[in-house]
């Protein structure tokens, strides 16, 4: 059985035709399909839509949050919903178009146990959109190491790296990092990602600066090396203004001194700041791992298999 793993959240125009988008790409294939749709909170009719869809011979399974919880918790409660080998996770928003799922089966068939598919070009976004998301990657590839620009949530997974996903116990997870971090023998194939057809994004851009911050922080600890090495780089400015003002002291030409005082003050004092911060945010992480919540509360679930 193949399992389709789903998140919506307010998706509910799209849903239809979503279905009949996979029905005629699956063809005969479809006869082994799951779907498991995550209704991540919606507050249009999504669930509606889910349980009136028309799944001819597929299997579907719902299962509906009782709050908004975010794409990485809908990826996740989808992932261990999903009974299926492989499970392929793609947008329920028709920008991963279902027309590529037969070739990625077959990289599939082939060996490849993870297969992604790579955006050959960023669809047409505002330009701020642009900026942030190539500066959040840049920024991401530095601290990590992983490359993730061309990267999408939409991949096959092999059951082994399901399950290895789903046996991680982190609570602050980044779906697509992860699955790279394996370094499971993987595949990818380009894709053209479509716009929105219909619905909005659900990204605001306190959103993504609350994602983008959040991969960043749960997978490296960049952020505080990078304080280290301010920390450092900024005795070593101090020795050099000390040995200058030493020098002008027993010169003779020694100034009152105050700017000396107040530029370090101001300096010291506001990289304290922001180095606690920085320590502050590992903390926040910490203790939400410590707190073993949930990812994810469900509200109720559902499933159907025609005929
Ligand atoms: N999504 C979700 N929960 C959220 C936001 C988004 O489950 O809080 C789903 C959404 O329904 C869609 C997918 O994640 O299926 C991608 O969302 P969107 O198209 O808004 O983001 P983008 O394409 O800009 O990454
Ligand atoms: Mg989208």
């Known amino acids: 059985m193949i399992s389709l793993v789903i998140p919506l959240h307010n998706e509910s125009r799209f849903f239809d035709t979503l279905i009949k988008d996979i029905k005629e790409a699956l063809g005969e294939q479809q006869d082994e399909l799951e779907i498991v749709v995550v209704d991540d909170g919606s507050k249009d009719d999504t669930w509606e839509a889910v349980q009136q869809a028309d799944i001819g011979a597929i299997r579907l399974k719902g299962v509906r949050f009782s709050r908004n919880f975010g794409k990485e918790a809908a990826i996740y409660a989808g992932l261990s919903e999903a009974n299926g080998n492989p499970v392929i996770v793609m947008d329920g928003d028709g920008q991963h178009p279902p027309s590529l799922l037969p070739e990625m089966l ?3 068939q082939s060996g490849a146990l993870v297969v992604e598919a790579v955006k050959s070009r960023r669809p047409l976004e505002p330009l701020w959109k642009k900026i942030c998301t190539a500066f959040f990657y840049f920024i991401f590839r530095y601290a990590t190491g992983l490359d993730l620009r061309a990267s999408t949530d939409f991949k096959l997974l092999d059951r082994r790296v399901v399950d290895a996903y789903l046996e991680l116990p982190e609570r602050n997870r980044f779906f697509r990092g992860l699955t790279k971090w394996f370094n499971f023998p993987s595949a990818a194939i380009l894709f053209e990602p479509a716009q929105r057809t219909t619905g909005e994004t659900s990204w605001s851009l306190r959103h993504l600066v609350s994602f983008a911050w959040n991969s960043i ?5 960049w952020p505080l090396r990078m304080l280290m090495a301010g920390g450092l ?5 101090s020795l050099l203004l000390l040995l200058q003002t030493l020098y002008c002291k027993f010169s003779g030409r020694a100034e009152p001194g105050f700017s000396t005082v107040i530029i370090l003050q101001l300096l010291l004092g506001s990289a304290i700041l922001f180095g606690l911060g920085v320590v502050g945010e590992y903390i926040s992480k910490i203790y939400e791992e410590v ?9 109720e679930r559902f499933e159907k298999q025609a005929r």
């Open 233 to 237: 780089a900024g005795i070593g400015a």
């Open 217 to 221: 922080v749960s997978f490296s600890v």
């Open 291 to 299: 707190k073993m919540r949930p990812l994810y509360v469900v509200l």
């Open 106 to 108: 077959r990289k599939w």
